[in-house]
């Protein structure tokens, strides 16, 4: 099956900075999406993103479908970013594949 | 408007027993899915259904899952018998329509299931 790799896995944040999350996929893909996991575990859809750039707040989402990779951009991170990040690709058995996450933790 | 439910939030069982777990989707969402995340990783699909019907459940262990969604809304998960490996987080997930990637999946918060 498709492969997507994500790094860093871990990072750890001094709450302003700026930082750069990337997911790398092994195939064409029909759409990407980044997800938001929260410490309670609750999964929330960031960005809705094919290729392009798409911008939401203080986040945005770079895509190149043509290199396989997409990037998380956090710009100026706050305590509430923390969390696990995924990139997930839908693929042609209809299907989405989650990378294993990029687990964020930003500090006062 | 509510999310999507789940219960329980939380579950320890011993193992050769059978545990279930709810879901309830967003009203109007045909597409329903169940998925498991292990620790550490991204969540895997176990089962997706359109209204009733199971149109993907090539990744449920069926000789120990099963599933169901009565009359196209909510949805049950069955572990029987569960095992030590099946401690992981069970997320429901709903959407629209079957259109993967071309429209958001709304998550539940998950069901923690600890086996002993």
């Known amino acids: 099956g498709i492969q997507v790799e994500q790094s860093p896995p871990d990072l750890i944040l001094q709450e302003g900075a700026n930082s750069t999350l990337r997911c790398n996929f092994s195939d064409s893909v029909n759409n990407l999406q980044w997800f938001h996991q929260n410490p309670w575990g609750q999964l929330i859809n960031l960005f809705y993103i094919p290729s392009g750039t798409k911008q939401n707040g203080r986040l945005s989402a770079t895509t190149v479908a043509t290199e396989r990779y997409s990037l998380l951009y956090i710009s100026s991170s706050q305590t509430t970013d923390s969390g696990v990040y995924f990139c997930a690709v839908a693929y042609g058995n209809n299907r989405l594949a989650f990378g294993k996450g990029n687990q964020v933790v930003v500090i006062p | 408007e509510a999310g999507v439910v789940q219960s329980p939030r939380y579950k320890i069982i011993e193992k050769k027993q059978p545990v279930a777990f709810w879901c309830n989707p967003i009203s109007g969402h045909n597409t329903l899915y169940w998925y498991r995340q292990n620790l550490g990783q991204g969540p895997e699909l176990l089962i997706r259904y359109e209204n009733e019907e199971a149109v993907d459940d090539s990744q449920l262990p069926k000789d120990r899952f099963s599933a169901e969604r009565l009359k196209g809304v909510d949805s049950t998960l069955k572990i029987q018998p569960a095992e030590l490996g099946d401690s992981a987080v069970y997320l429901c997930?709903?959407?629209?329509?079957?259109?993967?990637?071309?429209?958001?999946?709304?998550f539940g918060p998950g069901t923690r299931l600890l086996v002993l």
């Open positions: 997930a709903s959407s629209l329509s079957g259109r993967v990637g071309q429209e958001t999946q709304y």
